[in-house]
């Protein structure tokens, strides 16, 4: 009986792919899916890329497995793992290795891996990115767990991978328990605000610049030969280029203007407001999406008075297009500045030491936000790990120097033109707030004083104080 080096449960696409790319790396692959016929047909189909066993009941999978066992799950995330994991660790020894493979809720895998723990097993959440084509050409894998059950796993996690430019391998042991689905759930929090940041600047060129969606799609193309080359940036440029076959008119005009999601981005909103990190790009992001879907709202407003702005000159919407550029760009940074921020800030409420340079490294390639500006990431942190904000790294607080006039002329543009702008807008606001001295913070604790008690800090001596209001007086209740 031929042994399987490592196990795929789900084989839907996503658990498919993953087992075809271990396959075709030469690592033995037993599969095992509720439903058998979708076990065979991946065999029939793929059989030719490498080793696979097929298993029809659980037992005969674990059976299939080489010690100590390593079972992939791929099912849908919360109730559907859950019973997966139960089932299969019934089955199991100590010393065995389950990893979840799914979006999971890092607050969820921390409760797995808690549990599995007191039973001598593994458990590995483990964020995995890049969609089905990461998933069979080599995807981001950001694990957690253990450092004895990555060790185990490392050398088959590096052989698929997707490879930097460098050569480097996109995984890293991020850190324990939950720290893998927390990295992947900011990943995609950043990922909503990219996407956001590009619309809004397509949206600027549309409306404001007059551009039709093939000239845009140009200045992407452009865009993704400098600073911005990313695979976002790349297949932006590839949608506005596309035309409807059915009515001829560019793609982009014929999709409904409401845009889904499955959670994660609410989710990175969240626990960022949990851990008190204020992630405003990532949460414009998230609204944006649910006020796009609220389609009677809309419909209500629709003749709401605005602007009436004169139409752009063709020398002037591609004077605009070097604006946009500049404000998407620093309004990026932004945006990376404020999910790093929340990594840091998870990793030392759960102490799990995470390597923010490590981060960026593995998000250099096979994810959806992978781009040249990862690169620029992982050597701010190699230069300063402790460094506060990417807006403080030399390269990107020169880049935003050099930004302030465009991005603050885009912005205002948008207002002007009555054109949402709520990531560009919430970029530079959150950027004018760090740079501020003085915040009106003052006067929201001083009213929060006034009719709560709920006291206040001084600028002149140290304490905690309350005025009483209605005799005129201050108290100070704890010196220090």
């Not at 790319?21 to 690592?27: C, D, I, S, V, Y």
């Not at 001598?120 to 050409?137: D, M, P, R, Y």
């Not at 560019?250 to 851990?275: C, H, S, Y």
């Amino acid at each position: 009986m031929t042994h399987a080096r490592i196990g795929v449960i789900g084989l839907a696409v996503m658990g498919s792919n993953l087992a075809r790319n271990l396959a075709r790396h030469g690592h033995p692959v037993a599969l095992y899916n509720r439903t058998t016929e979708r076990t065979r047909e991946l065999v029939a189909q793929h059989g030719d890329e490498g080793t696979f066993v097929p298993a029809e009941t659980p037992e005969e999978f674990v059976a299939s497995l080489e010690r100590p066992r390593r079972l992939v799950v791929m099912v849908k995330a919360g109730a559907p793992t859950d019973a997966v994991i139960d089932q299969f660790a019934a089955l199991l020894e100590e010393g065995d290795v389950i990893i979840d493979g799914g979006n999971a809720h890092f607050e969820d895998t921390r409760r797995r891996e808690a549990a599995l723990t007191e039973r001598g097993l593994h458990f590995v959440g483990t964020g995995i990115s890049g969609g089905e084509e990461g998933a069979l050409n080599g995807p981001s894998i950001m694990p957690g767990g253990s450092p004895e059950a990555y060790a185990s796993l490392a050398p088959m996690l590096e052989d698929i991978a997707a490879k930097a430019d460098d050569g480097q391998p996109c995984v890293t042991h991020v850190g324990p328990d939950g720290a893998g689905h927390f990295v992947k759930m900011v990943h995609n929090g950043i990922e909503y605000a990219d996407m956001q940041l590009i619309a809004e600047a397509y949206d600027l060129l549309r409306q404001a610049g007059g551009m039709r969606p093939a000239e845009i799609a140009d200045v992407f193309s452009q865009w993704n030969t400098g600073r911005l080359r990313s695979y976002l940036v790349e297949i932006t440029a590839e949608v506005l280029r596309h035309t409807d076959p059915e009515t001829g008119q560019p793609f982009v005009e014929i999709v409904a203007d409401q845009a889904e999601q499955k959670g994660t981005g609410r989710w990175t909103v969240e626990v960022a407001l949990e851990l008190g990190v204020p992630v405003t790009g990532i949460a414009e992001a998230v609204f944006s999406r649910s006020l796009s879907a609220h389609t009677d709202l809309r419909s209500a407003a629709r003749d709401f008075p605005g602007p009436t702005p004169e139409p752009f000159s063709e020398s002037a919407a591609h004077d605009l297009a070097r604006a946009v550029e500049e404000a998407l760009y620093a309004s990026k940074i932004v945006a990376y500045a404020q999910g790093f921020h929340q990594v840091a800030a998870g990793s030392a409420e759960y102490g799990w030491d995470i390597d923010l340079g490590a981060v960026a490294a593995i998000w250099r390639a096979g994810c959806i936000i992978r781009a040249d500006f990862l690169d620029d990431i992982r050597a701010a942190y190699a230069e300063d790990p402790q460094l506060a904000t990417l807006l403080a790294a030399p390269r990107f607080a020169a880049a935003v120097e050099g930004a302030q006039r465009a991005w603050r002329l885009v912005v205002s543009l948008a207002a002007e033109h009555g054109i949402p702008a709520p990531g560009f807008s919430a970029a530079l606001a959150y950027y004018d707030a760090l740079r501020a001295d003085r915040l009106p913070a003052a006067l929201i604790q001083a009213q929060r004083d006034f009719f709560g008690a709920h006291t206040y800090r001084r600028t002149d001596r140290p304490g905690v104080f309350h005025t009483l209001w209605s005799e005129g007086r201050t108290e100070e209740l704890m010196g220090e």
